[in-house]
């Protein structure tokens, strides 16, 4: 059972407009989310997290909400860019504390 | 600063042979792991390491076997590769600290025929 889903595979956006990309979790225990870039051919990197103790984390153009109250979380990247093209996947802590459980992505596409 | 480094980068096997996949962190982290990526099913967790000397399942661990050589390397081997083992293996370590980012190699991508 997936515990950190992400319902949309797929999302086209404008150049210059917001892309938003969204996540919703089932344990309420989960406190630290995390959201992972990957192109093709080359391993998820790294983007942003955030923790349960707050409702929003800003990285530049990225930006990650928390609604704990319906476990959800989104990522916003304001404005769009070509270069943002790539597949975006939610994460948590799996309950051993290592490793983490995966949504299942988004394949973003930013046209010109 | 290479990082996760994966060897092979593709490898194609047919049904019945063996295969391990290299891994190796030039990071000093103490714990690593391995996913596999199938279309529409994302990353699963098939084994971790959370330290040198231990090993644990993850997700998806059957078909599969895991050695720790070291701090710095973590193989996976299929020791009788099914088809259903076609997919994009990648490696990934992190540190010690509580929810640390994981940080990931290139992939292997594997077929079996």
């Known amino acids: 059972d997936q515990q950190v889903k ?10 210059g407009r917001i892309s938003i990309l969204n996540c919703d979790y089932t344990n309420s225990m989960f406190d630290y989310f995390l959201w992972y870039k990957k192109y093709p051919a080359e391993g998820p990197t790294f983007l942003i997290s955030i923790s349960s103790i707050k409702d929003k984390n800003e990285d530049g153009r990225f ?14 990247i304001v404005p769009s860019q070509p270069g943002d093209s790539a597949v975006y996947f939610c994460a948590a802590p799996r309950d051993s504390g290592y490793a983490l459980n995966f949504g299942k992505g988004t394949s973003l596409l930013v046209t010109p | 600063n290479a990082g996760v480094t994966q060897t092979p980068k593709f490898q194609v096997l047919k049904t019945g042979q063996s295969m391990t996949l290299q891994c190796a962190q030039d990071m000093n982290h103490n714990s690593m792991y391995w996913y596999r990526q199938d279309p529409g099913m994302g990353l699963r967790l098939i084994y971790y390491s ?46 010690a600290a509580a929810y640390s980012p994981l940080h990931f190699g290139n992939g292997t991508r594997l077929t079996v025929t």
Do not use: I, M, W
């Open chain 2, 50 to 95: 959370a330290s040198e000397g231990t090993t644990d399942k993850g997700e998806v661990p059957n078909g599969y076997n895991v050695s720790r050589l070291n701090k710095r390397e973590f193989s996976l081997r299929l020791e009788s590769a099914a088809p259903s083992q076609t997919s994009v293996y990648f490696c990934a370590s992190s540190s």
């Open chain 1, 6 to 15: 992400q319902n949309s595979p797929s999302l086209s956006v404008q150049e």
């Open chain 1, 63 to 76: 930006t990650v909400f928390l609604n704990k109250s319906a476990k959800h979380l989104s990522l916003h």
